[in-house]
């Protein structure tokens, strides 16, 4: 099972993958946060149950690219949309997310401009998964049909 936490570790890591040595926030922002930083957060997910065995899941996870800010505490324009143009391309162009040994497909994306010092990329992903089933359903001990022999 896939579970939104091993979804935000992998896009964790493919985010430090980057280079840049900036830090990825996840729980809250710390008081004192180093910038430029981005910030993760798993948002609602829905899970439509398949079978028995499998879930059809839609996740939306959220990355925020924050940046520096000038001289009047206001962010760059230029450096916001190039923060948030460089995770576009890094999720784009493997078009999944690798999760352990699966690659969770990434079925779109949004990018807006969130305040003077933040870009919000909304990454939708799409994924089948093992149902969360509790107990074992019984094994069929008895068939009866309704055919006839003539």
């Known amino acids: 099972m896939i579970t939104q936490r091993m979804l935000l570790d992998a896009i964790n890591l493919q985010l430090v993958s980057l280079g840049h040595g900036w830090a990825v926030h996840r729980d809250a922002l710390p008081e004192q946060f180093e910038r430029p930083c981005w910030f993760i957060s798993a948002e609602e997910q829905e ?12 996740q939306k996870i959220n990355i925020l690219c924050i940046g520096n800010l000038n001289e009047d505490n206001k962010g760059n324009a230029d450096e916001l949309t190039a923060m948030a143009d460089e995770v576009i391309e890094l999720f784009t162009n493997a078009s999944y997310v690798k999760v352990n040994d699966r690659c969770i497909g990434i079925v779109g994306m949004k990018a807006e401009r969130t305040a003077e010092d933040g870009f919000k990329i909304e990454m939708k992903l ?17 068939v009866f049909t309704n055919q006839q022999v003539k």
Do not use: H, N, Y
């Not at 899970?47 to 839609?58: A, G, L, N, P």
């Not at 799409?126 to 008895?142: G, H």
């Open 126 to 142: 799409f994924f089948l998964d093992s149902a969360r089933t509790s107990k074992e359903l019984p094994l069929i001990e008895k």
């Open 47 to 58: 899970r439509t149950v398949m079978t028995r065995f499998s879930d059809d899941v839609k």
